[in-house]
């Protein structure tokens, strides 16, 4: 291995074996990033797969050619990986679960609202049916009684025709369509807002994801530039080179003394803005983490509410109605002569009514098209909790990263690192002498 990152990491091979073991060593490198570059674009950016693969082929072919030929640009290809452990990884980390959110948790979320429009729907339309069809009833009551009515004993008391008519029923058909059509528009409604927040938050997670990307590359090249350019950038590390050069000059107290201001690059050791500054970005993650966890909770609460509905619609029971009616028709005889004798009246009976009609207001039916709730996906909150947790990983090895980011520009560039470590050590000893 050690043999290899040599071959890899020198400006040109020494004979044609390190060449062939650079252009194996970039060839295999190409095919895994072009493989996961592919799988990004086609599953999380969720492009076409023959755009997906087009672009994939392109970009392997172009990185296996610079990587070849460039030796600063493998440089900072190698420095990209350790970088994907900054802050700029973790962006990415963060446009990815966006994209996972949206794409699988907001449309759960409007798909269990629909469901509980179509309860309420399904309500309204069978209330309304029932209370339709109870105007049938009254009708049915006021042609009996109408007839009741009619059927006197004597026809000279026949009164005229006593039925009502209901015009209500015939409006019926257009209670429906209203209700149908208005149905319908919820549901455009509703779909058009679905696919409006899909297409937006994809075409912002694409731009995202591509400026995230070349600020990648750029932070990687940024580095290199300084670390090519400034001797005093990212120099404060006791590396072996530094000891090396201490021993021989023997000057090892140097290194003792300013051990407090000085870090091993291969320690676990962090310093106190090291630490501040992981503390910061841990505070921003759990600021993250809590809106996805309110995402998370209004997709339960969306899926709680419409099986709810559902379950509690399925068993609404009917309302009984009973509608009494009693009716007693009488007619007096000469009123006015038994006032005269102080007598009171008799009253000839005509017609007695008294029946009893029942009716049922229904509120919900089988026959009711609803979809059933969507529950929230296990595996979506299982990815984007491992997602979080490598969040939180990058978080307190992001130190450590940057410290493997300056150990590989140490290794492309041996000759400018032993004047980073001249320099370092001409400072420690002008301090000493102070």
């Known amino acids: 291995m050690a043999d290899l990152w040599w071959i890899y990491s020198k400006p040109v091979p020494a004979d044609g074996r390190e060449l062939w073991a650079l252009f194996l060593q970039c060839s295999c490198i190409t095919a895994v990033i072009g493989g996961l570059f592919y799988n990004w674009m086609f599953a999380s950016l969720e492009y076409s ?16 050619l610079t990587l070849l030929l460039v030796h600063p640009a493998r440089c900072v290809f190698s420095m990209i990986m350790p970088t994907l452990g900054t802050k700029q990884g973790r962006k990415l980390l963060f446009s990815t679960c966006i994209m996972i959110a949206v794409v699988n948790i907001t449309p759960n979320i409007i798909s269990n609202i629909k469901t509980i429009l179509q309860v309420i729907q399904c309500i309204c339309k069978n209330s309304s049916d029932s209370l339709l069809n109870s105007t049938a009833l009254l009708e049915k009551v006021s042609w009996e009684f109408g007839d009741a009515v009619q059927e006197t004993i004597h026809s000279i008391y026949k009164p005229m025709n006593g039925h009502f008519r209901f015009s209500l029923l015939q409006n019926s058909s257009l209670i429906y369509q209203k209700m149908h059509l208005a149905g319908e528009k919820i549901s455009r409604e509703f779909l058009s807002v679905e696919v409006l927040v899909k297409d ?13 990307m070349l600020y990648l590359c750029f932070e990687s090249t940024w580095y290199l530039k300084n ?10 590390y006791i590396t072996k ?10 000057a090892a107290h140097l290194l003792v003394g300013s051990s407090k201001k000085l870090i091993r690059p291969t320690g ?20 993250a983490l809590l809106l996805m966890l309110v ?12 099986d709810t509905a ?64 969507t529950p929230p996906k296990p595996s979506v909150l299982l990815v984007v909790g491992l997602l979080f947790c490598i969040l939180y990983a990058t978080v307190f090895l992001e130190t450590y990263a940057r410290r493997l980011c300056r150990g590989i520009a140490a290794s492309f560039f041996q000759s400018w690192e032993e004047k980073r470590v001249l320099h370092l050590f001409s400072k420690l000893a002008r301090r000493h002498r102070k």
């Open 49 to 64: 797969w023959h755009l997906s693969v087009a672009m994939a082929i392109s970009f392997s072919l172009l990185l296996l």
């Open 200 to 212: 937006s938050v994809r075409v912002a997670n694409r731009l995202a994801a591509g400026f995230f």
């Open 227 to 236: 670390y090519l350019t400034n001797l005093r950038f990212d120099n404060f």
């Open 241 to 250: 080179e530094l000891e090396r050069l201490a021993v021989d000059r023997r």
């Open 268 to 287: 676990l050791k962090l310093s106190r803005e090291e630490v501040v500054l992981c503390l910061v970005q841990a505070m921003l993650v759990t600021v």
């Open 295 to 306: 995402l998370v909770a209004m997709d339960h609460f969306a899926f709680s509410v419409a």
């Open 310 to 373: 559902v379950r509690k619609a399925a068993q609404f029971s009917s309302v009984p109605i009973t509608l009494h009616i009693k009716y007693k028709a009488e007619i007096g005889i000469l009123p006015f002569l038994f006032k005269i004798f102080w007598r009171p009246s008799e009253a000839v009976l005509l017609r007695d009514f008294n029946r009893t009609y029942h009716h049922h207001l229904i509120f919900s039916s089988a026959r009711c098209r609803i979809s059933p709730p």
